[in-house]
């Protein structure tokens, strides 16, 4: 696998040749950041003349991504808007003479987390996405299991690790699922989504009819639940971020 960068009309092109038979072409947010993955046979005139056919999406697709919202940084105060699953939780931040830290949701919206007095906002952050992973995990366990019985596939292993470019990942030939972490911030059902579009590609590796048959067939509104999770605000660390 090589890279090079390429100026094709007015926008600069990330060019990926791989050991793949189809050109793919993406689109990245936060400033639609154009990539191209490549056969490795292609000369650089039929990608070239691949890139200028989809000019009007990609512009399209920037313009998108340049209006679209971007989370607040969090600072780790007492008032703020943290998500889990979905819903807001207010912060409560709560210093204490011990040396550990505990986090709690209670109610329906409220999350407090205790911790040591010197604690600094970069230690509370890994703290959190500590918790929020481990919880992603607990919801998506039975999940990936319900999923996978559906499919008659099973992922030889799973896992949850930040992802900057996708919502997950699955590779088809060593069977492994990834969920990008950032999905504990998100409803139950784009999770499901996402664990059900991953395990399609153990049924077939690429975006064609049948992995597409196998989402229409077992959630309906896939379509829907796609778009609504693709246009939600961008985290604030995040650099890039692939669409499913």
Not at 52 to 67: E, G, N, P, Y
Not at 107 to 123: A, C, H, N
Request: glycine fraction near 4%; include cysteine.
């Amino acid at each position: 696998m090589n890279t090079e960068i390429s100026q094709i009309a007015d926008v600069e092109v990330e060019i990926v040749r791989k050991t793949i038979k189809n050109l793919h072409i993406g689109c990245y947010p936060p400033e639609g950041r154009v990539r191209v993955a490549a056969p490795l046979g292609m000369t650089n005139e039929a990608i070239r003349i691949a890139v200028l056919t989809r000019m009007q999406w990609i512009k399209r697709k920037q313009s998108q991504f340049l209006k679209q919202e971007r989370q607040a940084v969090r600072k780790f105060v007492s008032g703020e808007t943290h998500f889990l699953f979905g819903r807001s939780l207010r912060l409560d931040v709560q210093r204490w003479d011990k040396k550990v830290h505990r986090i709690a949701q209670q109610g329906s919206d409220r999350l407090v987390i205790r911790v040591p007095r010197d604690s600094t906002p970069v230690q509370m952050r890994g703290w959190m996405d500590a918790w929020l992973k481990a919880k992603l995990r607990a919801y998506a366990a039975p999940r990936v299991s319900f999923w996978a019985d559906r499919l008659k596939r099973s992922p030889h292993k799973w896992g949850i690790r930040p992802m900057k470019t996708k919502w997950g990942s699955c590779n088809s030939e060593k069977r492994i699922v990834w969920l990008n972490s950032e999905l504990a911030k998100k409803p139950e059902r784009m999770i499901d989504y996402v664990i059900l579009h991953e395990l399609a590609h153990l049924v077939s590796s690429r975006h064609d009819s049948s992995f597409t048959e196998v989402l229409d067939r077992e959630l309906p509104r896939w379509r829907g639940i796609r778009n609504e999770l693709n246009a939600l605000p961008l985290p604030a660390w995040v650099a890039d971020r692939d669409s499913l």
